[in-house]
Structure formats: structure tokens, C-alpha cells
């Protein structure tokens, strides 16, 4: 059998590097984009408070009573600041991404527990009593949180295999913004109906 080439192994070695930085391109976006539900600038998501004027019905408990606990299930899957800096500071240094050390470990890290916490938060929205008022809004969030899960779970394997497709991961992110954009819009809209206040961010230590 021929041996490889020089050339060839040349060309092997920049396929692989070309590999392995499409990897950190990837994975820092993945790190990045997973708060953007649940962290906004100043701590507000996107809806905006509605007032009495709006012409709206008035507040219903019920309705009220289901926001509250979906507001809860939301602050329990938030990245916290700490974790949000941790991206951040990943998504900066993506080389640092394919280096066993810090940089992976910490991604890893951050991978498993938003794992954790979207798996926990699909069950606990599944649980939730549903009404038929926030009946979309409920669906699309169960779908959104477990489907995010997967591409969490996709992106850790794809990490600690460079040489994976990344194509289809990126694919997959795409529809989830394009969803989230979608479901942004639903939440703000029964809000401003039901005069419920925006979802705001909260630690353990100011609620």
C-alpha cells in the first residue's frame, strides 16, 4: 500500500486545525448564547410591564398563578453573572477551547450544568398545570428547554471529539434563536394582556 505523501500529510493537518477552530467557534457561541433567555441587560427579559391603560382584562389569578411558577422554573435553569463572565471570557479566547486545561475544563463544566438544569427545567414545565391561555407559551418553553438540553449534551460530545460534523450543531442552534425569538414575543404579549409584571433576574440571595 502507498504511504502518504508529505502533501498529504500536510493537507491532513489543516483540515484538522480548520476542524478544531470551527469547534471553538462553535462551542464559545453555544457557551454564549445559552443565557440569552434568562439574562438580559439589567436583568430584565424582553417584555415590557403593562400598565391598567392598556385596555387589557384584569389580572386573573389563575393566570398569574401560572406565571409565577414559570418564572420560577426559568430563574432555576439561569446562568448566574459568575457563569455568564465565564462565557463571556471563553467566547474571547476560543483557541483556549481545544487546549486540555482551563479552558476546556470550564467549558465542560458550564456544558454539564446547563444540561442539569434544562433536563430539570423541561420536567418541571411538563409538570406545570396547564391553562389554555399560556397554552402555546407552555408548549413552546417544554420544547425549548429540552431540545436545548440535546444541543448542550451534542456540543460537550462534540468537544471532546474535534473532528466531529459541527454542521449540523449549528444548524440546530439557529432554529432554537429562531425559536426563543418566537416564544420572546408570546411571553411579552400575554404579559402586557394580563398586566403581569416582566420576568426579572434573581439569585438566591435577593429572592
Same mark, same amino acid.
Given at each position: 500500500?502507498?504511504?502518504?505523501?508529505?502533501?498529504?500529510?500536510?493537507?491532513?493537518?489543516?483540515?484538522?486545525?480548520?476542524?478544531?477552530?470551527?469547534?471553538?467557534?462553535?462551542?464559545?457561541?453555544?457557551?454564549?448564547?445559552?443565557?440569552?433567555?434568562?439574562?438580559?441587560?439589567?436583568?430584565?427579559?424582553?417584555?415590557?410591564?403593562?400598565?391598567?391603560?392598556?385596555?387589557?382584562?384584569?389580572?386573573?389569578?389563575?393566570?398569574?398563578?401560572?406565571?409565577?411558577?414559570?418564572?420560577?422554573?426559568?430563574?432555576?435553569?439561569?446562568?448566574?453573572?459568575?457563569?455568564?463572565?465565564?462565557?463571556?471570557?471563553?467566547?474571547?479566547?476560543?483557541?483556549?477551547?481545544?487546549?486540555?486545561?482551563?479552558?476546556? *475544563?470550564?467549558?465542560?463544566?458550564?456544558? +454539564? !450544568?446547563?444540561?442539569?438544569?434544562?433536563? &430539570?427545567?423541561? =420536567?418541571?414545565?411538563? /409538570?406545570?398545570?396547564?391553562?389554555?391561555?399560556?397554552?402555546?407559551?407552555?408548549?413552546?418553553?417544554?420544547?425549548?428547554?429540552?431540545?436545548?438540553?440535546?444541543?448542550?449534551?451534542?456540543?460537550?460530545?462534540? *468537544?471532546?471529539?474535534?473532528?466531529?460534523? +459541527? !454542521?449540523?450543531?449549528?444548524?440546530?442552534? &439557529?432554529?432554537? =434563536?429562531?425559536?426563543? /425569538?418566537?416564544?420572546?414575543?408570546?411571553?411579552?404579549?400575554?404579559?402586557?394582556?394580563?398586566?403581569?409584571?416582566?420576568?426579572?433576574?434573581?439569585?438566591?440571595?435577593?429572592?
Amino acid at each position: 500500500m502507498r504511504k502518504p505523501g508529505p502533501g498529504q500529510h500536510k493537507q491532513r493537518r489543516v483540515k484538522q486545525a480548520a476542524s478544531a477552530c470551527s469547534l471553538a467557534v462553535l462551542v464559545a457561541a453555544v457557551l454564549v448564547w445559552m443565557p440569552v433567555l434568562f439574562y438580559t441587560a439589567g436583568g430584565h427579559s424582553l417584555a415590557v410591564a403593562a400598565t391598567s391603560d392598556n385596555g387589557g382584562p384584569a389580572n386573573s389569578d389563575r393566570i398569574r398563578t401560572w406565571f409565577d411558577r414559570y418564572d420560577c422554573i426559568r430563574r432555576s435553569a439561569q446562568m448566574t453573572p459568575e457563569e455568564r463572565k465565564t462565557a463571556d471570557g471563553l467566547m474571547e479566547k476560543k483557541l483556549t477551547l481545544l487546549l486540555p486545561g482551563f479552558g476546556r *475544563l470550564s467549558a465542560q463544566r458550564l456544558l +454539564k !450544568k446547563m444540561i442539569d438544569r434544562y433536563e &430539570a427545567a423541561a =420536567a418541571a414545565m411538563k /409538570e406545570l398545570p396547564p391553562e389554555p391561555e399560556t397554552r402555546e407559551l407552555h408548549e413552546g418553553y417544554t420544547r425549548y428547554f429540552s431540545t436545548s438540553r440535546a444541543l448542550f449534551h451534542d456540543t460537550l460530545r462534540t *468537544l471532546n471529539n474535534p473532528l466531529r460534523s +459541527k !454542521k449540523e450543531l449549528e444548524e440546530r442552534k &439557529a432554529e432554537l =434563536a429562531e425559536l426563543d /425569538e418566537t416564544l420572546k414575543t408570546t411571553d411579552k404579549q400575554l404579559r402586557d394582556t394580563y398586566n403581569i409584571p416582566p420576568y426579572t433576574y434573581k439569585t438566591a440571595a435577593s429572592s
